[in-house]
């Protein structure tokens, strides 16, 4: 009868690899000479901060909507959002006599 072969465990032997040193590396000498690199410190420009939290944004409390209405208006007319509410608070000052 044919015996089946059976693969032998690796584990069973311990192979031993001959060691094999490898060459360290030389460094090529040069002949110039390196300086050493001087980097310059960053200037460190420092703005005044303003008190963002006095600022209330002079759409916050207004409905989504009535945003949206004056963004299409503003596309519309091709000028930019707070110059429409500029033009918007001149226009109701003038109505009321204020200005």
């Given at each position: ?46 703005t005044p901060v303003t008190n963002v939290e006095v600022r209330e944004k002079y ?41």
């Amino acid at each position: 009868m044919n015996q089946i072969k059976r693969r032998p465990n690796p584990f069973d032997t311990r192979e031993t690899t001959p060691k094999v040193q490898e060459p360290t590396y030389v460094t090529p000498t040069s002949d110039f000479e390196q300086r050493p690199t001087t980097r310059q410190p960053q200037k460190i420009v420092q703005t005044p901060v303003t008190n963002v939290e006095v600022r209330e944004k002079y759409t916050s409390t207004m409905n989504q909507e009535l945003r949206k209405k004056i963004k299409i208006a503003c596309a519309m007319k091709g000028i930019m959002f707070s110059q429409f509410i500029e033009e918007a608070c001149i226009e109701k000052l003038t109505r009321e006599g204020m200005m």
